[in-house]
């Protein structure tokens, strides 16, 4: 994950998250890929957090549906959200298991699909009076040969109804850090996005923050979402630590090595 504080000085804007939230996205999502740092050789941990997400996954998609009717606008949007459902397996896990999910609308040239983007991908830069995120930065990788190509994707709204979209590009060497300015022609993946776009008259922003509905106990102040076993860390850890102890203890004894002799 790269520092908020690479974007801040790339994008010159304060981005609103504490280091400690930050460090803690990073750790809910290690532990989702079973790479949190207790993990080693010796302890290889039991997947808890992947199985918690997936029955809070199974819960909140039982039974639900969305549709849209009325009109010809009305059936082609129907049609991206059914979409978007089909993918809701993927990031309502991604959302409980990092606290918060934004989803956004993205032209592919031929048709509108719905993108989404992890907690660990957002950088917040303000909120609405009721703690709506209303403009934040995103990013976005990919990598070609040694190369990794950041897209720090901005999106600003103001309550007079207008926004911005901002798109800025990094060369790196290092998932990790942002690296050095590059164009968007550069690229090839990103080539044909503009730099900026301004609009009017928007009802809100061009993107939708879902988060868990919990209080944030990293952040009390923070808008953002936490993950479904942020409370639970501690015990997870335990447990992990706990059973290679006792799994240990209960597997049979080595043979003792053989030696052969030599007459």
């Known amino acids: 994950m790269i520092n908020k504080s690479e974007i801040e000085k790339a994008t010159g804007i304060r981005i609103a998250m504490s280091g400690e939230m930050r460090d803690r996205i990073r750790l809910w999502r290690n532990m989702l890929c079973n790479e949190q740092s207790w993990v080693s050789n010796r302890v290889r941990g039991l997947r808890l957090p992947v199985k918690i997400v997936d029955e809070f996954a199974r819960l909140t998609l039982f039974g639900a549906s969305i549709s849209v009717s009325g009109s010809q606008r009305g059936a082609y949007i129907d049609r991206v959200l059914q979409q978007t459902m089909t993918d809701a397996k993927k990031w309502v896990r991604l959302m409980c298991a990092t606290g918060g999910v ?34 934040a930065v995103f990013l976005d990788t990919y990598r070609n040969g040694d190369r990794f190509y950041h897209k720090l994707e901005i999106h600003e709204f103001h309550p007079d109804g207008t926004g911005r979209i901002r798109n800025q590009v990094f060369q790196s060497p290092s998932v990790d850090m942002l690296g050095d300015p590059c164009s968007l022609r550069q690229t090839g993946l990103w080539a044909d996005l503009e730099p900026e776009r301004s609009y009017m008259d928007l009802g809100g922003p061009l993107f939708a923050y879902m988060c868990i509905p919990a209080i944030n106990t990293v952040d009390p102040d923070s808008p953002m979402g936490m993950s479904v076993y942020a409370e639970a860390v501690d015990l997870i850890r335990d447990a992990d630590q706990h059973w290679e102890k006792s799994s240990g203890s209960l ?13």
């Open 251 to 263: 597997r049979p004894p080595r043979p003792p090595l053989m030696r052969r002799r030599i007459s």
């Open 102 to 135: 934004v989803l956004r609308p993205v032209y592919d040239g031929h048709q509108i699909r719905v993108n989404y983007i992890t907690a660990d991908k957002i950088y917040p830069i303000s909120y609405d009076d009721d703690g709506r995120l209303i403009s």
